[in-house]
């Protein structure tokens, strides 16, 4: 059974920073590309950052440069350190696996809030 499982969602302050963590289980996490969404209220889910197997990473533009994805494949964990957090991240995050024609797992998501 494919569980990814999010955390260190909560509420910031403008400026700031968190991490978020999805713990992967179930899947050869090393060979599958990764990657965050998130989805505001009343708005579509939108790709905010990938990862794939190698390490190569990409970014929406609305958080290149404040945003950092990463993996741990001894850990079968991909991280997303966000930092000058804005109240337009404030959003749900999900971390998403998937390898076409095999497998796409999501998490249940985590809430992230900005807000002063």
């Known amino acids: 059974q494919v569980q990814l499982v999010e955390s260190g969602g909560g509420l910031v302050q403008p400026g700031g920073s968190l991490r978020l963590s999805c713990a992967a289980s179930?899947?050869?996490?090393?060979?599958?590309?990764m990657a965050w969404y998130r989805q505001a209220p009343g708005k579509q889910r939108e790709l905010v950052a990938t990862?794939?197997?190698?390490?190569?990473?990409n970014y929406a533009d609305s958080v290149s440069g404040r945003f950092t994805i990463s993996r741990d494949n001894a850990k079968n964990t991909v991280y997303l350190q966000m930092n000058s957090l804005k109240p337009e991240d404030t959003a749900v995050y999900y971390c998403?696996?998937?390898?076409?024609?095999?497998?796409?797992?999501w998490g249940q998501g985590t809430q992230v809030t900005v807000s002063s």
């Open positions: 990862i794939t197997s190698g390490g190569s990473t």
């Open positions: 179930g899947i050869i996490f090393t060979i599958y590309p």
């Open positions: 998403n696996a998937r390898m076409q024609y095999v497998g796409n797992y």
